[in-house]
């Protein structure tokens, strides 16, 4: 596919989501939260991640206590969001390599251009490229397309991105051929597409206002 014409589609795609769906919209945070808040939704419901986030508020005052109380309360106070040994070492990690001797802060990727911020937090072990573009994205306002479970398999269905691309390869061509200024709100957009209708295990391709768009009409994550 041509660059033109991957621009071309993006845009009609974007523009019909947007007539379904309304503007998107999220709340700008603190980066530091972002990452944090975003570590917590891998491989959970948003009511899991929520219910986790609440409680980590709830127990601790500051990010400093969460620093000086360790991973076991950190793991008992997230545990509902899964994985919770994993993610409690992300998050200490995120908070060791934010601090340098003072209060944990993610300000200084304000600084920093795409890439270096990518780069930066990437070091973070447990800190993928997901996780880094949201916090770019919906903290910093940057023009950068993550790519979650719903973009992902949006995305590949409609043909923007290879059948077999990874996330990361994903994140590659969607930055590339998503025009700068629909990348936050295309991200917003396909995942409420993917949650209420291009499911993947049932899509509701009937009433799909990319029917005529899509090249895997009717196939889900199953099929061959």
């Not at 200490?92 to 270096?116: F, H, I, Y």
């Not at 719903?150 to 994903?170: I, N, S």
Request: hydrophobic letters at 35%; a positive charge; aromatic letters at 4%.
């Amino acid at each position: 596919m041509k660059m033109g014409t991957s621009r071309q589609r993006v845009r009609q795609i974007e523009s019909r989501l947007g007539e379904r769906y309304g503007a998107a919209e999220k709340p700008r945070v603190d980066p530091l939260d972002e990452l944090i808040h975003t570590v917590l939704s891998q491989n959970t419901s948003d009511t899991n991640r929520d219910r986790a986030w609440s409680s980590l508020r709830e127990e601790y005052g500051s990010w400093e206590e969460v620093l000086e109380h360790g991973a076991e309360r950190l793991e008992r106070t997230i545990r509902v969001a899964g994985l919770a040994q994993g993610k409690a070492g992300t998050i200490l990690r995120a908070l060791r390599r934010s601090s340098d001797g003072g209060s944990p802060s993610l300000e200084r990727l304000r600084n920093m251009s795409d890439e270096e911020a990518l780069d930066y937090l990437t070091a973070i072990k447990g800190v993928g490229t997901k996780t880094a573009a949201c916090v770019l994205c919906f903290s910093l306002g940057r023009p950068v397309m993550p790519v979650d479970t719903h973009v992902h398999r949006v995305t590949r269905r409609l043909g923007l991105v290879p059948d077999r691309a990874t996330p990361e390869r994903a994140h590659e061509v969607l930055n590339e051929i998503v025009p700068p200024e629909l990348r936050f709100s295309l991200h917003i957009l396909l995942i409420r597409h993917g949650r209420e209708t291009c499911r993947a295990r049932t899509p509701a391709c009937p009433g799909c206002v990319l029917l005529d768009l899509c090249p895997r009409v009717g196939l889900t994550d199953t099929d061959a």
